[in-house]
């Protein structure tokens, strides 16, 4: 016959047992929850594009979605980290996911300390870095157009460039100029974004594109605008939001090179309209933009580039080029993330 008294004894050491085994398991996660939080903290608030081009994702796997491109030596703001990847927000404000071999972080000094440096910006249309000051050097990296290093030196033909990770290779000079002089002397035009734009001429699409290797719709005027000087939204709907309104109700007269053309489907009783695409206006009813490649079509039905179902889709036209340093349509030379940073 079992004693009562030790069974109950036996309950109780059990029941202490178990209390101060969930007492352990709060505890280990209260110190991964206040290990990630002070990880979080001590994150370094700043990154630069150590490749061509980095791939920007909607979540923090290569299998997601990809959100947008930034170039070489591109800034960006941190505001997170999930196992080897950094969620940041890119110059037009775009919130995505970077893996870590694109990037190198940066505390604020050393943000300041690249700010103040001196730069070049490479502007042909792809190039690449070379291991020595000689033409028939071995790679360092390739190159495209928009790509921003740091240098100290010419060499001959060639500029020493050094990357944000430490790298350090040369770039033949005819490609490239000062940056500071650039971004302070770039002119923006209609007719300077569309001979931006005639440079991507074939250039194959790539949903999340912003590059001259592949891009997308809107990734065309974006890197069209950039070259040119002027940081504008990501998305053609973004783009779609700032700029001048420009009045399509007659005919095609009040527009102008370099105006941006919207398309996409109509606005009902019901529904608002939905921008779809974005391409740039050359004139003569000619547009050029990504759609399987960088091409032109006319919106003028007399023509023998004439797409109907372009023409029937165009929704809006907005002019950016009057609204420089408003909402959205940013000179390089005043956004905040190419000037020096504040302690917060």
């Known amino acids: 016959m079992k004693n009562p008294m030790k069974t109950k004894q036996n309950e109780k050491q059990y029941g202490i047992f178990v209390v101060a085994k969930f007492l352990l398991f ?17 994150l370094e608030p700043y990154a630069l594009v150590t490749v061509s081009v980095a791939n920007m994702r909607c979540q923090p796997a290569y299998s997601a979605e990809m959100a947008t491109q930034c170039l070489l030596g591109s800034p960006l703001r941190v505001i997170g980290e999930k196992k080897g990847w950094y969620r940041v927000l890119t110059t037009d404000d775009y919130d995505c996911w ?15 300390e690249w700010i103040k440096s001196p730069k070049i910006i490479y502007l042909q249309d792809n190039g690449f870095v070379l291991s020595q000051p000689e033409p028939n050097a071995s790679r360092v990296s390739d190159l495209v157009s928009g790509c921003v290093f740091q240098n100290k030196e010419t060499v001959g033909n060639f ?31 209609g007719k300077n974004l569309i001979d931006k734009s005639l440079d991507l001429m074939g250039v194959p699409y790539l949903w999340g594109g912003t590059s001259s290797k592949m891009l997308d719709c809107s990734g065309m005027t974006k890197l069209c605008f950039f070259l040119n000087g002027v940081i504008i939204p990501r998305n053609a709907s973004s783009q779609a939001e700032v700029g001048e309104q420009i009045d399509i109700t007659k ?25 779809s695409h974005v391409g740039l206006y050359m004139g003569n009813g000619l547009v050029i933009h990504a759609a399987g490649r960088v ?32 909402r959205g349509i940013i000179p390089v030379n005043i956004h905040p993330l190419y000037c020096l940073q504040d302690n917060e």
């Open 295 to 326: 091409h032109i079509n006319s919106l003028e039905s007399d023509s023998k580039l004439y797409d109907q179902s372009l023409a029937n889709r165009l929704i809006t036209v907005k002019r950016l080029t009057t609204k420089i340093g408003k």
């Open 26 to 42: 709060v505890t280990i996660l209260l110190f991964i929850f206040e290990t990630k939080a002070l990880k979080a903290e001590t």
């Open 98 to 112: 970077v893996h870590r071999g694109s990037l190198t972080l940066l505390s604020r000094n050393d943000f300041n």
């Open 159 to 189: 500029v020493a460039v050094y990357f944000p990770d430490g790298r350090s290779g040369y770039v033949l000079k005819t490609g490239c100029r000062d940056f500071e002089e650039w971004k302070q002397n770039v002119q923006l035009s």
């Open 251 to 275: 005919n095609f007269s009040n527009l102008q090179q370099g105006d941006l053309l919207f398309f996409g489907t109509p606005a009902t009783t019901k529904k608002q309209a939905h921008i």
